[in-house]
């Protein structure tokens, strides 16, 4: 199995101090670059597909949370519809608004590849 990313990304290393620090020239840099200032690399902050998954299975949209910067309008758009459903539950529809929205958290988490959470918060660059 290759993981190699596509781009050229590079996860961050953890540097001393508790930093991070460039793979190719090991600057230090901060978790929100996408690209290290001394050489350009492109850099990523991955996340784990797994971890995803098992925070959409157990907690339905809050795995958005966990992929923020790419999904904050998936996640308050799931955030209102919950709470909607969460009013109408006295009258049963409600609970059809929560299964959604933890269908929806949990399509949306399968259908991402790999490189979507190597990349993130970058997009996957088109082939
Ligand atoms: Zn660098």
Redesign the pocket.
């Known amino acids: 199995m290759s993981n190699v990313i596509p781009g050229g990304y590079q996860p961050f290393r953890s540097g001393p101090y508790n930093g991070l620090v ?6 230090e ?1 901060v978790p929100s670059a996408i690209l ?6 492109p850099l990523s902050s991955p996340r784990s597909k797994g971890v995803a998954v098992v925070l959409a299975v157990i907690l339905s949209s809050t795995t958005w949370l966990y992929t923020y910067r790419r999904d904050a309008t998936k996640f308050w758009v799931g955030f209102a519809l919950n709470l909607i459903g969460i009013m109408l539950t006295g009258i049963d529809i409600g609970f059809a608004f929560l299964l959604g929205v933890w269908i929806w958290a949990n399509v949306d988490t399968a259908i991402k590849g790999e490189h979507w959470f190597q990349l993130y918060p970058n997009p996957v660059p088109r082939a």
């Open positions: 460039c793979p190719t020239c090991n600057a840099t290290c200032v001394k050489c350009g690399t």
